[in-house]
């Protein structure tokens, strides 16, 4: 496949929310159903997002957060599968690290069901070390947000009458 017209774009403001969302129902088995109003959030939220384009077709996507030093995180890696094969994948994943948020970090993190392979040939290593996982919901944060409140309230009343 001749990929010297594909463009790879580190620019958040060209993201297309329905394309994204089209791309992941096609490819990401982990990110189908997920509405456009939370991928907005998730976009605004992580540095850098990049986005790979035949046109004006949004072919490919991976987006990262970082403290900018210490670590960092690559999330939601896709490349159509019309497209797959040629080498996007691994550019989409060495232009993400290539940010300046993320080529400093001591070390970069992701977590993957099948691609190991795919991410060895990048540079990746398998770090059995690091499992621990919360599965969070929006009940349990509502919980502890009210119990923190709570304890920063009775804290406060504490203060007042001492
Ligand atoms: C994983 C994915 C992003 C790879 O993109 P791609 O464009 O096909 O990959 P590339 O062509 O850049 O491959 C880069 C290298 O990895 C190898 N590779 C790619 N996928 C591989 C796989 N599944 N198993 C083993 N090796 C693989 C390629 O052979 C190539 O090797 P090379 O260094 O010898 O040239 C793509 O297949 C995809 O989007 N899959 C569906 C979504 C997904 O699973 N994403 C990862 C979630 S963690």
Redesign the pocket.
């Known amino acids: 496949m001749d990929c010297r017209h594909i463009q790879f774009s580190m620019d958040k403001s060209k993201v297309d929310l329905w394309q994204l969302q089209a791309l992941f129902n096609e490819?990401?088995?982990?990110a189908r159903e997920r509405t456009l109003e939370d991928l907005e959030i998730a976009i605004n939220n992580s540095n850098p997002v990049v986005t790979v384009w035949d046109g004006t077709r949004m072919i490919?996507f991976c987006r990262a957060t970082s403290d900018g030093i210490y670590r960092g995180t690559i999330w939601?890696?896709?490349?159509?599968?019309d497209?797959?094969?040629?080498?996007?994948?691994?550019?989409?994943?060495e232009t993400a690290l290539s940010h300046p948020l993320m080529s400093r970090v001591e070390r970069v993190y992701?977590?993957?069901?099948?691609?190991q392979?795919?991410?060895?040939?990048?540079g990746f290593e398998e770090n059995k070390s690091t499992t621990m996982v919360l599965h969070n919901t929006y009940e349990m944060s509502a919980l502890s947000v009210s119990k923190h409140s709570l304890e920063f309230q009775t804290k406060e009343l504490d203060t007042v009458s001492v």
Do not use: N, S
């Not at 490819?27 to 982990?30: H, Q, V």
């Not at 392979?117 to 990048?122: A, K």
């Open positions: 490819a990401a088995f982990w490919g939601d890696v896709v490349i159509h599968p497209y797959q094969g040629a080498g996007l994948g691994r550019k989409l994943v992701l977590m993957t069901t099948h691609q392979q795919f991410y060895e040939r990048i």
